[in-house]
């Protein structure tokens, strides 16, 4: 059974600073890794993803993937409340379906 | 408007009612996923095609569920005698070549 765990929050941060989510997974066969943010009542939508060990950026949001670990984060500097959603973190095992984790909701305060 | 599109948006129907959702996927994508979300959970996946073969189906899905995908174009599930536990967010996705899933609006779908 693949599992992807995150806190389900809300992590609370003011505006300006930096908001840190954090994801593991069970399958050590997951090859690609993927960040989506959902508004509430909306559908998922693409933010980053990664797929080999280390940091990628791109704008103000870095994602962070650590395979030995099973560990994936991502980082939004200056976070503004326009940022304040829900966090998806998914995985995928090469042309296969997505396993998604709960999700973390954000809230940045003005 | 060339993102995926979902019709309807939204569905209200009477249990024991048949429903049909339509997906139409970006066009060069030849991968099209089907998932249902629930409040508070992440997106669980139901089945998905490659073209026009259907080629995995998770437990989640049914008998009351059927899923097609003619020509390889856009795709419609059909949920059969709807229950109040079917309703949801079902969503569809599909892939580029690097195997990224773009995601459609999705239709809400609500059992009274």
């Known amino acids: 059974q693949k599992e992807v765990e995150q806190n389900s929050g809300p992590l609370s941060v003011p505006e300006g600073a930096i908001a840190s989510l954090n994801c593991t997974y069970s399958?050590?066969?997951?090859?690609?890794f993927f960040w989506y943010r959902q508004y509430s009542g909306k559908s998922p939508e693409l933010i980053m993803f990664i797929y080999s060990n280390g940091d990628k950026e791109d704008g103000r949001f870095t994602a962070q993937l650590n395979k030995a670990s099973q560990y994936v984060s991502l980082l939004i500097r200056d976070s503004q409340p326009s940022d304040s959603a829900t966090y998806l973190c998914?995985?995928?095992?090469?042309?296969?379906?997505?396993?998604f984790g709960k999700g973390t909701m954000l809230l940045v305060s003005p | 408007d060339t993102g995926v599109s979902q019709d309807p948006r939204h569905k209200i129907t009477k249990r024991g009612q048949n429903v049909t959702f339509r997906c139409d996927p970006i066009s060069e994508h030849n991968r099209l996923y089907w998932y249902r979300q629930t409040l508070g959970q992440g997106p669980e996946f139901l089945t998905y095609?490659?073209?026009?073969?259907?080629?995995?189906k998770s437990r989640l899905l049914s008998d009351r569920f059927s899923a097609e995908r003619p020509k390889g174009s856009f795709s419609t599930l059909e949920i059969q005698r709807t229950e109040q536990g079917d309703s949801a967010m079902y969503l569809c996705?599909?892939?580029?070549?690097?195997?990224?899933?773009?995601f459609g609006p999705g239709t809400r779908l609500t059992v009274l």
């Open positions: 996705a599909s892939t580029d070549v690097r195997d990224t899933q773009y």
């Open positions: 399958d050590r066969g997951s090859q690609s």
């Open positions: 998914a995985v995928t095992s090469g042309y296969s379906t997505l396993t």
């Open positions: 095609f490659q073209n026009e073969a259907q080629l995995e």
